[in-house]
């Protein structure tokens, strides 16, 4: 693959089409580009010379900007020195990373669309494993969480957990208003198979963790059962455990009957990895 990659045209007479080789002579078209200066004619340059080839961001000091990508869409990609990665803040990373636009190695949209082209060059497949893994020390974001009707009760502001084959064990700390903080230890089998605890003055709790079919959200149900003289009354509940950027952020999404005709109770509980 020849890559024909230019300087900008920043002075006369350094137009592209005055040392264009040709289609025939190339496969891939490139500009270098440092500072954050992507400027339209630069870009229609290159295109209106490409007849169709590919366009590309052969070095840049900083990655195109969204608003860069929503005028310029067909960029293929950016490459950016390693120790020039500080010069861009991190939240900048992060709304790439958020945008469906820009493909990660770690994608499952790269894996497929580099499948056939590695096959073709005899190369061997990537295999990422796209299986959650919650492992690690995690602390509740209270800005991005969405606590609505708890009620009295509260969630865990910190979670220590450790998973490995079949089983993950989570270690919460709780604030306690009265006390010391309440740390309760948990292990749920990754299997489907249920678990059995007593909760509540001794109120029967029946527990199940299913994985989804790629393993990468995990799904725990739960059912208590309360007598009030002698009518038992059953309460479910059900969380969703999802991993976002790369591993580094956890979402459990909560939903659970009302309690004594109470509303049902939703949440939406953030958790960045420490």
Known sequence: IWIWSVDKPEQPGREFVNYYPGNEFLDILAIDIYGDVFKQEWYDGLMALSEGKPVTLGEVGTPPRQEVIDSQPNWIYWVVWSGMVRGTPVEEYEKLTADPRYVFMEDKAYLEGTMAYRKACGMEPIVIDQSADFSGEWRMDERESVLQNMGPTSPPYKLSM???????????????????????????????????????????????????????????????????????????????????????????????????????????IVYYKQ
């Open 162 to 268: 450790s998973q490995k084959d079949n089983e993950l064990v989570v270690k919460s700390v709780s604030v306690v208003e009265w006390a010391d903080d309440e740390v309760t230890e948990q292990t749920y089998f990754l299997d489907g198979r249920e678990m059995n605890s007593l909760v509540f003055n001794n109120s029967p709790r029946v527990q199940n963790a299913t994985w989804s079919v790629g393993k990468d959200t995990l799904t725990i149900a739960s059912k208590v059962t309360f007598n009030f003289g002698d009518r038992p009354t059953e309460l479910k509940s059900r969380e969703v455990w999802a991993l976002e950027k790369r591993g580094k952020k956890l979402v459990i999404y909560q939903t659970a009957d009302g309690f004594m005709g109470r509303p049902d109770r939703k949440a939406t």
